[in-house]
């Protein structure tokens, strides 16, 4: 079940970061990733922007399946992902909502029809072995195939674990932590990319938007 080990997801998000100046993406300490976990806790619902509750719900469920919360650390909807994607819907990516609608629903109706019951109410090992269905196309009722609306949501789940928090995702930069990621930097010295090296650079846990060389952007630019 490649959507939900996370070691992958930090092996296969994490070539991204380390082409930023990332640390290598190793999961971390049990003892540092609980501490984190403990801090960022579960992100409040905020109104939303552009989910039904039910919408809303829905997605919360599947979100804590996509990826979970952990030994290593805080998963999706302690990461903020939903917030980050309700959001993202009212702004940048509002050509996405009707695929949200649509797929949605069509997963709730194959929910029914293949499991004899909402998402929500089956078992961790059903809900997965839906989504898999999902992933693979394998799942019917989708306008076109399951697997599109499965790698948008997958995506977006991605980008608000590790996207900025500006977008509101990646809570108190736990999912830049999860990749042991050091933070935006507008300069590096020597002892700076000594300390990278030898993975010793302290997170600075500042946000690309706290330069001001940085233009802020609408949500999903």
């Not at 100046?21 to 801090?39: F, H, K, M, S, Y």
């Not at 804590?64 to 903020?80: F, K, N, Q, W």
């Not at 932590?177 to 846990?205: C, F, I, W």
Request: charged fraction near 20%; aromatic fraction near 8%.
């Amino acid at each position: 079940m490649t959507f939900i080990s996370r070691r992958d997801l930090l092996k296969r998000v994490g070539t991204g970061a380390v082409a930023l100046g990332a640390l290598e993406a190793d999961a971390r300490p049990v003892d540092a990733a609980i501490q984190t976990a403990a801090a960022v806790k579960a992100v409040k619902r905020e109104p939303l922007q552009s989910f039904t509750s039910t919408e809303a719900d829905l997605m919360e469920a599947i979100l804590t399946r996509l990826i979970p919360t952990d030994e290593h650390g805080p998963g999706a909807v302690d990461c903020g992902a939903l917030r980050y994607i309700d959001r993202g819907l009212a702004s940048g990516l509002s050509t996405s909502r009707q695929a949200y609608t649509a797929g949605l629903a069509a997963l709730e109706r194959y929910a029914q029809s293949s499991r004899g019951a909402a998402f929500a109410k089956l078992s961790p090992t059903d809900q997965d072995s839906l989504l898999i269905d999902v992933e693979t196309g394998a799942a019917t009722g989708f306008n076109g195939s399951s697997a599109a609306f499965f790698a948008m949501l997958l995506g977006h789940t991605h980008q608000g674990m590790f996207g900025d928090p500006y977008y509101g995702g990646n809570a108190n930069f736990a999912g830049w932590d999860l990749l042991r990621y050091p933070g935006v930097r507008t300069m590096v010295s020597a002892a700076d990319q000594q300390a990278l090296e030898a993975r010793q650079l302290k997170p600075n846990h500042r946000s690309a938007y706290d330069y001001e060389s940085f233009t802020k952007a609408s949500h999903g630019d």
